[in-house]
């Protein structure tokens, strides 16, 4: 029986299709779920994808975090269950408060596209054991609400126990404090960066480089193996 | 009927470039000694039913919770009378 990973479908997503092709490639089972619907029919991990959910009226991630789906999400999340949140998903879990600080506007105001170079800092997580710390990697990168922000004292404490695990190198896209690109929680169950590992599984496609691909290895082992 | 005003401001410690960049263009427009701009929200809720303690407290529990995110804004709860809103409008 190989591993089932939910993928959430809100009003909005964009990248959710490619998600579970990258699911898929990966060799584990993508499953389709649905914003509407609690029920998440035993995965073993979920992931919330880009997009602009609900239009991303209010702040990004904010209305889709009172989704029926992210009720059981929130809760099941607590309980340990490995959650990525790309992009959109990201600014989710934040505003669901299952990962520190805010999204905001990215500081020059442009939506921004590009292969974005990154630090793995952290390859102890659910979603980066197929990595190695202090690995550089390109993921593509498109946003308009990118700019990670918490007060110093949480992002110390990030930085104390080792839960910023992506930073942006050479080029910081977005203001992010820190240059921070993606964090995870005290459990390293959750997980949320703003850059798209699920644009970069095949090489012929955009850079040719398939750097995303590790994210969902890595999650398929720690399942397998667990 | 009462309306209840909320109003959102990103924390005066949070890089507001929207405003930032208003805040340029004034010059340009003419407007010489505004120092800085920040640019915030409005809501505004129309309530059925008296604005009692308790309507207040729900609407104050609402913009904690959803209106603002209180890591990055603060809120400010007010109520406006409509009688005031019809005169204001005469």
């Not at chain 1, 997980?191 to 040719?208: D, K, N």
């Amino acid at each position: 029986m190989t591993a089932r990973i939910g993928v959430v479908t809100f009003p909005g997503s964009l990248d959710d299709r490619d998600t579970q092709r990258a699911i898929r490639l990966a060799g584990a089972e993508p499953v389709a779920l649905w914003h509407k619907d609690k029920d998440l029919h035993q995965v073993d991990a979920v992931v919330l994808p880009g997009g602009f959910s609900y239009g991303d009226y209010l702040r990004a991630g904010a209305i889709s975090r009172f989704s029926p789906v992210m009720e059981t999400v929130i809760e099941q999340a607590k309980a340990g269950l490995p959650v990525l949140g790309i992009c959109n998903g990201f600014q989710v879990l934040t505003e669901a408060h299952l990962l520190p600080g805010a999204m905001l506007g990215n500081d020059h105001l442009h939506f921004i596209c590009r292969d974005q170079k990154l630090r793995v800092e952290n390859a102890e997580t659910a979603w980066t054991g197929d990595y190695r710390a202090g690995q550089e990697i390109h993921i593509p990168l498109k946003n308009m609400d990118g700019r990670y922000v918490a007060d110093a004292y949480m992002l110390d404490k990030l930085e104390a126990e080792g839960r910023v695990v992506f930073r942006y190198l050479d080029f910081n896209p977005n203001g992010s404090l820190r240059d921070i690109a993606g964090i995870t929680n005290e459990a390293g169950n959750v997980v949320g960066l703003m850059p798209h590992p699920e644009h970069a599984v095949e090489p012929l496609i955009g850079t040719g480089r398939t750097d995303g691909l590790p994210f969902f290895t890595s999650i398929l082992k720690k399942l397998v193996n667990a | 009927m009462a309306r209840v005003v909320v109003d959102v401001m990103l924390k005066p410690e949070i890089l507001d470039p929207q405003g930032q960049a208003v805040q340029r263009a004034l010059p340009r427009l003419g407007f010489d000694g505004i120092s800085d701009v920040r640019q915030g929200k409005r809501f505004e809720l129309q309530v059925d039913g008296p604005v009692d303690e308790a309507a207040l407290a729900r609407i104050h529990d609402l913009a904690e919770s959803f209106l603002a995110n209180t890591v990055i804004e603060d809120f400010t709860v007010r109520v406006e009378e409509v009688a005031e809103v019809a005169e204001a409008a005469k």
